[in-house]
């Protein structure tokens, strides 16, 4: 399960992408507008880039260009109607990952998702674990001492990325920006609840899932 933003002024191609991913049980954001989505990736990470060449105020190379001079390092899976070899090189050698030439298939572009997250930069292990807890991110399930537990979307991507960054301390800001879409009217109360069915699934002795008062939450193994 990753974090996707997928950067194209087509609303109808930019939600069938979406719609797409989310199907295949990762968190998603669209934005349509070229200097809007350079300004967005200086404040928000992803682990996977879906960037579309022409946009209405900044390109899409021009946008790939800043975010790699930054120091970006998430793969970029370029989307284009240009097919030409010299637009392709001009595109990879300014630092994108992929490329995909519109029209294209939702199984390509599966396809194409799957193996930029298998790229080194972008491995995740499958199996997490956390004392008692067990997750299989591919298989999307969680077990609380070898019994199966149910876990709704968010509290699935909650529970993943606390269990990858244990004994740390994270504030409710932090946490909303790294699992909730940007877009979403996600609050501090939206965060506190998520936590609260957790607990009650998984940790109602608050073994694991910690409040630290006045500064956010930590998944606690030691």
């Known amino acids: 399960m990753a974090k996707i933003i997928v950067i194209e002024d087509n609303f109808d191609l930019a939600n069938m992408v979406k719609t797409f991913l989310i199907f295949e049980h990762h968190t998603v954001e669209t934005i349509g507008n070229g200097a809007e989505a350079r ?13 579309d060449w022409e946009l209405p105020e900044l390109s899409g190379i021009e946008i790939l260009k800043h975010y790699r001079q930054r120091g970006g390092t998430a793969p970029v899976l370029m989307l284009t109607g240009k097919d030409e ?12 990952d992929d490329y995909l030439t519109k029209p294209f298939h939702m199984k390509e572009l599966g396809a194409r998702v799957r193996a930029l997250l298998r790229r080194p930069s972008a491995v995740k292990d499958n199996l997490l674990k956390a004392k008692n807890i067990s997750m299989d991110t591919a298989k999307y399930r969680v077990l609380k001492d070898e019994q199966p537990i149910t876990l709704v979307p968010k509290e699935f991507q909650l529970l993943e990325f606390m269990m990858r960054h ?20 996600s609050t501090a109360e939206a965060l506190r609840t998520t936590m609260k069915r957790l607990r009650k699934k998984l940790d109602p002795d608050g073994d694991i899932l910690k409040t630290v008062h006045g500064v956010g939450y930590i998944l606690e193994l030691q």
């Open 39 to 51: 300004d967005h990736l200086k404040s928000f990470e992803y682990d996977l880039i879906i960037l």
């Open 85 to 96: 070899i010299t637009d392709k090189e001009k595109g990879l050698d300014e630092g994108a």
């Open 166 to 185: 244990p004994n740390q301390v994270f504030s409710p800001e932090a946490l909303l920006n790294r699992v909730w879409p940007a877009e979403s009217e």
